[in-house]
């Protein structure tokens, strides 16, 4: 079956350019997270959507990073004005419970670069 | 803050050898252990989750212990392959909060 996809893979942005990343988590699951994982890091927690709604953004870097799941499926995470600092490999993770303890779901990935 | 620890050092071993990897939390207590795979350029890949009230739990070839008093997981792949080659990590969930923990990992090279 169809797991969770993300898109683009790869993104090069300029310095003070606006992204948006987008992820399709596996139809009917119910959370949704996103991460950031720098080279040779392990992913590091950014937020958590339970349906629609975000139940926890507290580990948004900055006020530049924003996200949404405006129906319960699909979200984006946006970052507004670039920064160097912020190229990494932006992960999306889904699971059929109602929070992350139980298995979740990867997807590829969108490595972000910024130039 | 909440860590979790893994060995950053590669760990390199012949195939058809026993491969455990170590995990330490510090000043915490997580409810659950989960270990996951990660090749490269590739989102993580489950394996194992084990509870704060279990010993040890297995699946085929990989078992996972959780040492509460130690706050220690060690996770097992025995009859290892090259097909095991990869980074594997360690994450700790808290029933406080709705976050992964997720250490640095831990790459495993099996030569054949």
């Known amino acids: 079956g169809a797991g969770v996809s993300q898109s683009p893979r790869y993104k090069v942005a300029k310095r003070g350019q606006d992204v948006a990343l987008r992820c399709d988590p596996i139809?009917?699951?119910?959370?949704l997270f996103w991460y950031q994982q720098a080279l040779g890091q392990g992913p590091e927690f950014l937020t958590y959507?339970?349906?629609?709604?975000?139940?926890?953004k507290s580990g948004l870097p900055s006020d530049r990073f924003f996200a949404e799941r405006p129906e319960g499926s699909v979200s984006t995470l946006k970052i507004q004005r670039t920064q160097q600092e912020d190229s990494a490999v932006y992960l999306c993770?889904?699971?059929?419970?109602?929070?992350?303890?139980?298995?979740?779901?990867f997807g590829p990935g969108t490595r972000l670069t910024v130039t | 803050s909440q860590k979790i620890e893994q060995n950053s050092e590669a760990l390199n071993i012949q195939e058809g050898k026993t491969a455990t990897l170590t995990c330490n939390y510090t000043?915490?207590?997580?409810?659950?252990l989960q270990w996951y795979r990660q090749d490269p350029g590739r989102g993580p890949v489950f394996l194992l989750l084990?509870?704060?009230?279990?010993k040890e739990k297995r699946k085929e070839r990989l078992k996972v212990t959780f040492d509460t008093t130690l706050k220690q997981s060690l996770f097992h792949i025995t009859a290892s392959q090259p097909a095991d080659s990869a980074t594997y990590l360690c994450?700790?969930?808290?029933?406080?909060?709705?976050?992964?923990?997720f250490g640095s990992g831990t790459r495993l090279l099996v030569r054949p």
């Open positions: 993770a889904s699971s059929l419970s109602t929070s992350g303890k139980f298995e979740q779901y």
């Open positions: 139809s009917g699951h119910v959370s």
């Open positions: 959507f339970q349906n629609e709604a975000q139940l926890d």
């Open positions: 000043n915490y207590s997580p409810a659950y």
């Open positions: 084990i509870r704060e009230n279990e």
């Open positions: 994450a700790a969930w808290m029933d406080s909060s709705y976050k992964l923990i």
